[in-house]
Structure formats: C-alpha cells, structure tokens
Nanobody
Framework: QVQLVESGGGLVQPGGSLRLSCAAS????????MGWYRQAPGKQRGLVAA???????NYADSVKGRFTISRDNAKNTVYLQMNSLKPEDTAVYYC?????????????WGQGTQVTVSS
C-alpha cells in the first residue's frame, strides 16, 4: 500500500526553525510531484510548497524566502525546511504525492504533523 509518513513537527518559538520530513513508500517516488500543504483549525487546506520530479519548485507567497522544499529520490523522501517561523505558520502540515500520466490521476496524503509556533 501507499504510505506517506510525516515527521519533524513540534513546538517552536517565533523566529525558530523546523525541518519536516515525509517518507514515501508504495509509489515510484521519482515520478511524483511532491508537496506540502497545511491546514489550521477552521481554515481550508492550502499549498505551502511543491517540487516536481524535475526539481522545479513552487511556494506560497506567505512562505517565500523562509521555507525551502527539497527531495531525495534515493531515500524516497521530501523535506520542508522552515526558517523564521511565525505564529501564522501554526497548522497541521500534510505531505502530498501527485501523479498524472499513463496510470491515471493519483493523489496520496500523509497523516499530518503538527507545527505550533508560539512564545
């Protein structure tokens, strides 16, 4: 089965840093666009950052210059380095794997990891 397992969340003070990891299994990882989404209570889930199989990246305006997404295909893992964290970054962060091609449109989600930014 497909599994996306996030880790690295926690409590951090404003201005601090965290690095999230998402380990994927059950997919041909290199064929997928990987993304990080977040959802705060009462709000919609939104894209934070994405990285294609070719390494092209896309970021939400709210995190540009602070967050960096990367992937290690040899480890089937995608990362989100979060610096200069703000209270507004508090949310559950979800890993996403998306594929569109000869096998159809596929979309998988991890269980989420809580990030809390508070003094």
């Amino acid at each position: 089965q497909v599994q996306l397992v996030e880790s690295g969340g926690g409590l951090v003070q404003p201005g601090g840093s965290l690095r999230l990891s998402c380990a994927a299994s059950g997919i041909i990882f290199s064929s997928y666009t990987m993304g990080w989404y977040r959802q705060a209570p009462g709000k919609q889930r939104g894209l934070v950052a994405a990285i294609t199989s070719g390494g092209s990246t896309n970021y939400a305006d709210s995190v540009k210059g602070r967050f960096t997404i990367s992937r290690d295909n040899a480890k089937n893992t995608v990362y989100l380095q979060m610096n200069s964290l703000k209270p507004e970054d508090t949310a559950v962060y979800y890993c996403n794997a998306a594929y569109s091609g000869m096998y159809g449109n596929l979309d998988y989600w991890g269980q989420g990891t809580q990030v809390t930014v508070s003094s």
